[in-house]
C-alpha cells in the first residue's frame, strides 16, 4: 500500500505532457490532481444498492497474480465511481487462511471458477443485463479466459478490457527459460518451489502453462458479441515481451499507452495507478478509442 501511495504521490509532482493541441484546462487539472490524491485513502466495499442510468453496465475489476480487490485497481476503482460508473470487485484464488489477503494464487483453472460465480452474482443482485470486466494482469487474462471457458457467462459480458495480460505466456524476462534449461528435472524444481509458496498460478503463465495453452488452443479467444481492448505498455518489465499481450484477432482494439503518452515510462506494477491508463479504460468503457486527453508522466518500469 505504502508503494501504491508513493506512485499515486509521484503522479502529482511530474510534469505534465499534452497528447493533444488542447489539454485540459488549470482548474481541470487541479481537479484530477485531487481526485487522485484522495485516493490513497480509499476503502472498498460493493455497494450492490449502486445504480447508474449513464453506465448501466456494472464494471467488475479484475486484481492481478499476488494483490487483491483492496490492492492494485482500487485506486482506479474510486475514480470510475467518480465519474458516475458502479464498480464492483471479488478477491480470487486467495489460499485461507495462511494468505487470506493477496489473491490470484491458485491456479488460472480454479480462480476463473470463482470469478464466473461473481459476474452471476452481480448479474443477479444488480438486475443489470450485462457487465463489463476491467482485469490487471492476470485479472486481464482472466477477463479473457473467463467467458471463452465458461459460454453461459459469456453472454453476460458486454466489454473486456485488459491491462498487460499474459495472454499469449511469458518468459518472465527470461527466467524461467534460464530455469528450463536443464529441461523436465529443473522444469518440475520450479513447480514444486511455486506450489510450496501457494502460487499455483504462476506456472500457468507461461508460454506452455496449462493456462496459457487452454486460452490459446487455436480457437478464437474473443467471444461473440463481446468487445475487447487490449492496453500495454513497451516497458513492462514482467509480462515479456509486451507483445505477449495483445489479442490479434478482427475487432480487437490493442493499445500501446505510449502511442498515446510517448513520455510515458510505466512498467507493469505501475500500470494499475498510472492516470494514463485509466484514461484509456475510460475511453473504452464509453467506447470513446482514440479520444485525446492530457498526459502525465507515470511511474518509471525498466
Known amino acids: 500500500m505504502v508503494q501504491l501511495k508513493s506512485l499515486v504521490a509521484g503522479l502529482l509532482s511530474i510534469a505534465s505532457v499534452s497528447a493533444t493541441p488542447f489539454p485540459d484546462t488549470q482548474q481541470q487539472q487541479e481537479q484530477e490532481q485531487a481526485e487522485i490524491a484522495a485516493l490513497a485513502s480509499f476503502g472498498r466495499s460493493d455497494d450492490w444498492s449502486c445504480k447508474s442510468a449513464k453506465y448501466p453496465n456494472p464494471v467488475i475489476l479484475l486484481h492481478g497474480l499476488f494483490a487483491s480487490e483492496k490492492l492494485d485497481l482500487n485506486f ?178 490493442n493499445i500501446w499507452v505510449q502511442d498515446y503518452c510517448p513520455w510515458d515510462p510505466v512498467g507493469h506494477v505501475g500500470v494499475s495507478v498510472d492516470l494514463n491508463i485509466w484514461r484509456l479504460v475510460l475511453n473504452s468503457l464509453e467506447r470513446q478509442i482514440g479520444r485525446k486527453f492530457f498526459c502525465l508522466l507515470g511511474p518509471p518500469g525498466r
Open 76 to 253: 482506479v476503482e474510486v475514480w470510475l465511481r467518480k465519474k458516475g460508473f458502479c464498480t464492483f470487485a471479488p478477491l480470487y484464488g486467495s489460499y485461507t487462511p495462511k494468505l487470506p489477503i493477496l489473491g490470484g494464487l491458485k491456479p488460472v483453472a480454479e480462480s476463473s471458477q470463482e470469478i464466473a460465480a461473481f459476474i452471476k452474482q452481480v448479474i443477479q443482485r444488480t438486475g443489470a443485463a450485462k457487465v463489463d470486466l476491467v482485469g490487471h494482469s492476470e485479472g486481464g487474462f482472466q477477463s479473457l479466459y473467463v467467458p471463452k471457458v465458461y459460454p453461459d457467462v459469456a453472454p453476460l459480458i458486454d466489454q473486456v478490457i485488459a491491462i498487460a495480460p499474459p495472454t499469449h505466456g511469458t518468459d518472465l524476462s527470461g527466467l524461467y527459460n534460464l530455469a528450463y534449461l536443464l529441461g523436465q528435472f529443473s522444469q518440475n524444481a520450479i513447480q514444486k518451489l511455486l506450489d510450496d509458496v501457494g502460487c499455483g498460478a504462476c506456472n500457468d503463465f507461461t508460454g506452455g502453462g496449462a493456462g496459457v495453452s487452454r486460452l490459446n488452443d487455436g480457437k478464437p479467444i474473443v467471444q461473440p458479441g463481446i468487445t475487447v481492448t487490449i492496453i500495454a505498455s513497451r516497458y513492462d518489465e514482467i509480462v515479456t515481451p509486451p507483445t505477449t499481450s495483445f489479442v490479434n484477432e478482427p475487432g480487437v482494439h
